[in-house]
């Protein structure tokens, strides 16, 4: 697949306003369309904005999600979105390949509601376009993110080490896999293979410093193991990355409870320094 550049960005229209905020549609830089949602939270526009990248199979009214955003917007206005192939956002998933424009696209919009700092905060396959965008996408390029938080993400691609990454191999790789994730799932997954292969997670941390980046993961995750952030940690340039593993926290949005998400959108916002259970600069 061709990659558009860092500086292609994208459009968007407001096609709906509520009391909660706003619905639009974005336009991607290499033209998909995407569902999004704007709450404003409770500052003015001239504060940071948090825009919120879901996991696989997830989308912006999933209620997960839903429950994430709300306890982000407590803190700061919030961004959500559907990446390609879920939800009701055109296209079809690349499994966190060409889902690093989505971000960029609703990184883009919350810049053009006002919004002069954005933190990016993504789950699982969020997390790893969270960190795979804090890379490609440099200050000043206008959809850029100023911190960037990565919950649950992969440190490396194509790992099986676990039964429900092999359930999510199956159910991407394999044609009756698709017809089930499309069905049951209601995630549409493209046929092919990447080409080439995306920056893996670990490659692309290094790449965002000077800016701040937050590693948040479960010591009961069932997806990935303990390796996967320690890896990402010893990767991220120790003067602006913390790494937090949370006792007893599983995998991604659907599991991350209340008090970890207040920490997580304190951190976004630069409220006071909030650090997990287990924190630090160096993995443990």
């Not at 709906?16 to 995407?34: E, F």
């Not at 009214?61 to 390609?84: Q, W």
């Not at 394999?174 to 670990?202: C, I, K, N, Y």
């Not at 599983?250 to 970890?260: D, V, Y």
């Amino acid at each position: 697949m061709t990659f558009p550049g860092p500086g292609d960005f994208a459009r968007s229209c407001v096609s709906s306003i509520t009391s909660g905020g706003r619905r639009t549609a974005l336009l991607t830089a290499d033209g998909v369309r995407l569902e999004a949602a704007y709450d404003p939270g409770p500052a003015p526009s001239r504060h940071p904005a948090i825009v919120l990248a879901h996991g696989f199979t997830g989308s912006l009214d999933r209620p997960a999600l839903r429950r994430t955003a709300a306890v982000f917007a407590r803190h700061a206005p919030v961004v959500t979105f559907s990446f390609r192939g879920h939800g009701r956002s055109a296209g079809r998933s690349t499994v966190g390949d060409r889902e690093v424009l989505d971000l960029a696209a609703a990184v883009a919009w919350a810049r053009s509601l006002g919004h002069s700092s954005v933190t990016t905060v993504g789950f699982s396959m969020g997390g790893s376009v969270a960190l795979r965008h804090g890379a490609l996408y440099a200050p000043g390029s206008g959809a850029h993110a100023d911190k960037v938080a990565s919950v649950s993400a992969p440190a490396r691609w194509f790992y099986r080490g676990t039964a429900p990454m092999r359930r999510v191999h199956w159910a991407v790789t394999r044609p009756v896999g698709r017809l089930v994730a499309r069905a049951a799932l209601r995630t549409r997954v493209h046929s092919r293979e990447w080409d080439p292969v995306p920056l893996p997670p670990v490659d692309a941390v290094p790449l965002i410093a000077p800016r701040p980046l937050l590693i948040v993961h479960g010591d009961q995750d069932p997806y990935f193991p303990l390796d996967h952030p320690r890896s990402l940690a010893a990767a991220a340039d120790p003067g602006s990355s913390e790494l937090w593993i949370e006792p007893g926290f599983g995998h991604a949005e659907n599991a991350a409870p209340e008090r970890l998400l207040r920490r997580i959108a304190g951190w976004a916002i630069g409220e006071e320094p909030v650090h997990g259970p287990t924190c630090g600069r160096k993995p443990y």
